[in-house]
């Protein structure tokens, strides 16, 4: 089999990537290893509502649970702060749905979509990559591609068979878990996070409402912790008081929070998404900077197979780093930021925080938020608080 | 530095594959099963702690 891209992993970046070089006229095969694509999810399934008009996504009611107004944050001892629009500013996805529709897309714009479909090793010859050797309910396949994507997830397999280095230390990863249940109590327009070194260290718990009643419960911390991510989300729901006994799904994962890769392109093989550590590193959502990476490295391909030229996918590298990677490394810093705080900390940063300066802290741009901190007194009689801030400037 | 062999307690794991994702060394790999290649195990035992179930452990081998 001979395509001009072979895309692996059909998560959100892969299909995306898939519809758009599809899109273009050129011949892409998608392969997931998994029989149905989508399903497991491994999601908390909160997406910015933006993301269907950017990236040219229908908004579609049959992956769409429900509509979200805003964000909750809660600190160790109960302080809140909250952030709430008149209009909708999120949604929570059915990611089984979802993953699976952006695979149809790709399907429709041309692609062709393999489930099932294990990538084993590289199809190297003469010490060329020329595509990949895969097994297809239990067949050995091999598929010849001119360009090879590694959208491949948190475990990365086909960049580093490759020779790209997306190593990272155990602490640039959370330890993720999750149930999704039915929980009353909680208002079911926004999303809520509790953060805490004893609810969930270096992370914080979520509840992601899909109903009026149920919702992803779930929590990250960092993955090189003692203990799991399941011993402290069983704790969290028992010191709550919230009733275990209506547990619908449960899932279960690594997501990146850091590690980023300097190079995103080794000759003819291109790596994006979780598999690229494209992840937010403060909330930890790597569904936007999937697509987006996806966006810019389709528009590579495109050229390169256009002016039979691979030399142009090192563009990818340099424009996403141009485009994403300030906020990025912003983010990294803050995460690193957050780290350090007490619980004491915690609970006055909440105390001090509206919501708009949640929104402006997810998205990286927290220079004004810092500034209006260290005004403080309660900061200003701190000097580790203090440190912790000027760092981020 | 002790010599591992890493176990899996198959009725714990989720096939995440999160334990592919941080081992240096492509000594793990997930796909319907979970697999372990001792040869290329550096007994680092980031898997071990990673794993969001616990449902990774280890036995010493003989070097």
Redesign the interface.
Known sequence: MKYDVVVVGSGVAGPIVARDVAKAGFSVLLVD?KPAIGT?K?CAEGINVNVFKEFDIPYDKRFINREIYGARIYSPSGYTAELRYDKVSGVILERKVFDKMLAYYAAKAGADVWART?VIDLLRKEGKIMGVKAKHEGELVEIEAKIIVAAD?????VA??AGINT??P?HE?D???EYEMIIEGYDPDLIHLWFGNEIAPRGYVWVFPKDEDRANVGIGIN????K????YLDKWLKENNIPTKKILE?????V?VGGFVRELVKENVAVVGDAARQVNPVHGGGMYEAMKAANILAKWIVKALEEENLELLKNYTKEWWEVEGPKMERLLKLRRAMEKLTDEDIDVFVQLLGGTDLEKLAGGNYFEVVKALMKHPKVLMSKRRLEILKALL | MKKIKVLVNEDKC?L???C???C?A?AI???SSWQFFEDKCISCM?CI??????ALSYEEVAQ
């Open positions: 290893k497991p491994q294990e997830g948190v475990e990365s397999t580093r068979l190593y990272a155990p990863f330890s993720a878990y993955s090189d912790n003692e799991t991510a399941k011993y449960i899932n279960v994962g690594l990146p | 989720y995440c594959g999160g592919a994702g941080v240096p492509l790999r997930v796909s980031i702690k990673a794993c969001p179930v616990g």
